[in-house]
């Protein structure tokens, strides 16, 4: 158990199950936390095998949650890890506060984020598809659910609505969504006629790619320390030694992004799913590097591109001290110092002339 504390912000209690992965899952979890402007003023573990099917945590552990609660007089429980409706409602119950779990978390990450009309939609229909199976049976129970650390629409808004209403409204999302998705379609079929290679950035989710984006096309994507940046897929021409390619860049991926996110998403991924060459962005000084790159391939996997032709570029170079320890297959760099990027130029043009 861990704590720390400034008022100045809300306070939320992580509690987190403790196995192989428990340093780079607590960290990924306090960021993801502090993204939405609250601080983790402690983690509580738990073993695996004490897991509970009805209340997610077992009876001790609800005791010990509930007395540090209250004694720090937090209001905000955040689960590492993805748990049922009725899972949220029994802890909720047990500790007379709100609960939030990973899903809930990354979903108000991307309400925060999003800026453009479609990622909007995007957002508001992970939103409503999130908390739809979450409405049986819990109407008393709604009234405690503020929709999150910051969560923009539906934690509040949608409280009076029932199950039909919710349909309607999904379905409306979707038909606003397939017209993007055309329009889109028409300015990628334009691009297809004229015969323009496409190479899209993916990424874990700040590792660099809006500021790869940036490097190729000047200082007109938004880039800044944080996950989860960029929503909207943005795409440019760029012209290098009497050779033209198109740069995508769009969402980052992070480690177990719920299947449902990625639906919603893929009318946006689809400029990436179409592309011609994959640049995978690497935070080389990431200490959870290995477990990031297994993400990213996990999200290209499902969305059945991670055959494509791809190259690994490894950012950040300029804050890793011992370099040698970095994979070799894949080119180093530093967009802050500009270290290989004319390598990594070099390796694009002859992947886009094969």
């Not at 199950?163 to 028409?186: H, Q, S, T, Y």
């Not at 033209?244 to 799913?273: C, Q, R, W």
Request: proline share 2%; hydrophobic share 40%.
């Amino acid at each position: 158990m861990d704590n720390k504390t400034n008022f100045d912000k809300e306070q939320v209690i992580v509690v987190t199950i403790k196995d192989k992965n428990f340093q780079y899952s607590v960290a990924e979890v306090i960021s993801l936390v502090e993204n939405l402007h609250a601080e983790v003023i402690m983690t509580i573990t738990m073993h695996r095998d004490a897991f509970n099917n009805a209340t997610y945590l077992g009876k001790g552990k609800i005791e010990e949650v509930s007395q540090v609660r209250k004694e720090f007089n937090v209001e905000t429980i955040v689960i590492n890890d993805n748990i049922s409706p009725l899972q949220k409602q029994a802890l909720e119950e047990e500790l007379k506060c709100k609960v939030l779990d990973r899903t809930e978390i990354i979903l108000a990450i991307f309400a925060s984020r999003a800026s453009s009309k479609e990622a909007q939609l995007q957002v508001e229909l992970a939103q409503l598809q999130y908390l739809y199976p979450r409405l049986t049976r819990m109407w008393s129970h709604l009234s405690r659910q503020k929709g999150g650390i910051g969560m923009k629409g539906v934690g509040e808004t949608q409280l009076e609505i029932d199950k039909r209403m919710i349909k309607k409204k999904v379905a409306r999302l979707k038909d606003e969504l397939k017209k993007v998705k055309d329009n889109r379609f028409l300015q990628r079929k334009k691009r297809m006629q004229s015969n323009t290679p496409v190479v899209s950035l993916v990424g874990y989710t700040n590792a660099g790619k809006s500021t790869m984006f940036n490097y190729f096309k000047g200082k007109e994507a938004f880039a800044k320390d944080q996950l989860f940046a960029t929503l909207d897929t943005i795409t440019k021409k760029v012209s290098y030694e009497n050779a033209e390619f198109y740069i995508v860049d769009t969402v980052g991926f992070i480690n177990n992004l719920p299947h449902f996110l990625v639906e919603s998403f893929k009318a946006t991924l689809e400029e990436v799913m179409l592309s011609d060459v994959l640049l995978h962005i690497v935070d080389a000084s990431s200490k959870q590097l290995t477990q990031q790159i297994r993400a990213v391939y996990e999200v290209l996997h499902e969305l059945g591109i991670d055959e494509k032709p791809m190259i690994t570029v490894y950012n950040k170079i300029d804050l890793v001290k011992e370099k040698e320890i970095l994979p070799e297959n894949g080119i180093h760099v530093s967009l802050k110092t500009g270290e290989n990027l004319d390598l990594l130029v070099k390796e694009i043009l002859e992947k886009i002339k094969k």
